[in-house]
């Protein structure tokens, strides 16, 4: 299905009607079919603001932490609109690997015979000699803790089918925890299993009376007055397949609550670089071409006072800050395969090449000049600051620069690459040609700020092969190089790392709600998932335990 056939206000799996319905017949119509009844709205209310639409909870937007959050506060009989950006729900939670960790001694835990504890899972995450358990908080880490056991009930009473434990060690050290989802049958954004989550609690949220306005931004958190007061409702504005603007601003009232869901800061350079200079443009977003990660949601609360939360959880380099990735594509990460006839694909590009040996490519950055062992782990903290290191652009004294693979036709010979689309991307991403200087000269792209110096490249290449001979790589250690690069055609893949978690965002009490600089909550604002700030874990599960306390919370505020 391509995107353009998804009206607003559908859901991919709903049933679509065919044209988009524009803006008035939506609003006349009370929107799609399932929306809970909305008051009937005066041009202009008393806080000054014309409402278009009311309801008692307003949630922004449909991935992991939203559409628990939407559940929970209509199942405490709230009414429930959320909005999301986006031609289809799921968030960046559509693309996971749809692992939660997620524990505390529960049955399929006990049916394996693995011994666990809330106090277990709480030690877990809270663990000094981790970063991220040196830097969360630990009043959040308790909560989520102490939430494991009811909140795998809960979620399997609302859709969820599991599948199984990992059984097999995770880098961090948590796989006793860690539980899979059941995919989404047909699921047609991608092999990922992470459909299995967001789809069921879709269609329960549906069921359940929750609208879901799709392609719908948050642009304005509305407060009674800028920095005190309660929130009182957000701004929207309908956007394109490529998230463009398209028509004017509508307003929704909340009267209970709205809870920020918007998946993260990754995506965002200016916000991201608020806590790591060196994490500049190049740097893509994983995921990027499924979902935005642009720090929306962070920063209208920050415009209405709200605070961040545990920050330093964002400078960890713990748990896939940065992925290796894939490699001849934009956004090159790891983890995500893209099929070309997902409905994103138009925004991705292509499906990029997995390098099965690292043996197969050299590294070079923008001058030309290997910087690391290719072979390095992904998240070896080594490779990635010096991925990130400063090459020279004097225009930007921040950041790495591009990185490319650098390889011949023999390596793609042994790797059975297929060097055309839609598995490379040339517009900027992908080049060839028979000699290594023409090579250099050919790599164009926005974040290459000089042409690369050929004659660099060939000394490079040179030195490199020179390594083959003898065996040793005096550079940087590659253990045993295998393969010179000697047969044309040459190749140039862009192979620049990705973002991959956001590990801080707007600061949360214990119920979700949002503290401002001073400390205090900001009435009737509640956030969770990756942009909440305060528990730096890489997941699922930490939405979904912020995302029902907050809709819980909401909805039993008074209207
Ligand atoms: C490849 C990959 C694998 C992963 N694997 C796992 C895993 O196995 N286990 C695990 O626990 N976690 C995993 N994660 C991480 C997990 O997906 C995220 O931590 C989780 O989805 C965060 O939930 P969220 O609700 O904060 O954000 P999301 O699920 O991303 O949802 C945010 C939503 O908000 C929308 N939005 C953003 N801005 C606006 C706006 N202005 N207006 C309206 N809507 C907006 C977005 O479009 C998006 O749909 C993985 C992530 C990736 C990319």
Known sequence: MSPKEISPGKDADEPQTGAA??????????AAAGAVATAALPAQAADGIAWDREVDVVVIGAGAGGLVSAIAAREKGASVLIVEKNFDIGGRAMMSFGGLYIGGGNRMQKAIGVDDTPDKVFADWSRPEKPMGRFSDRALVRTYADNNLDLFDWLEQHGIKWDA?????DRLDRSRTRLNVVPWPNEVTGPSRGSGFVRPLAKTAREMGIEILLQQQMTKIHRESQLSGRVLGI???????RFQPK??????????????ATGGSAGNPIFRT??????????????????????????????IGAALGATACQTTQDDNLINKGRMGKRCNGSATQIYATAPHFFRAGAIG??????????????NGLRFYDEMARNQDYEYIAAALAWTGDPQKMNGGGPIWAIFDAEAVAREKWQLKPPYVDPRGYFFSADTLEELAA??????????????ALRQTVERYNSFVDSGVDVDFKKPRPLHKLATPPFYAAWHTPCLHDSYTGIRINTTGQVLDLHGNVIPSLYACGDSAGGFGQHGICRAATFGRLAGWHAAQLPA
């Open 21 to 30: 319905m524009d803006r008035r017949s939506f609003l006349a119509s009370g």
């Open 235 to 241: 701004g929207v504005i309908e956007v394109d397949d």
């Open 353 to 366: 090449l997995t390098v099965s040996d690292y043996q197969d490519v050299i590294l070079v950055k923008e």
């Open 442 to 455: 050919k790599i164009v792209n926005e974040h290459q700020w000089r042409p690369m110096p050929g004659a």
């Open 165 to 169: 434990y990992r059984g097999a060690p």
């Open 247 to 260: 028509s004017r601003t509508m307003n929704i009232r909340a009267r209970k609550g709205i809870v920020v």
């Open 274 to 303: 608020m806590f790591d200079v060196r994490l500049t443009a190049e740097y893509q977003a994983e995921n990027n071409d499924w979902t935005e990660r642009t720090a929306d949601g962070e920063i209208a609360a920050m415009e």
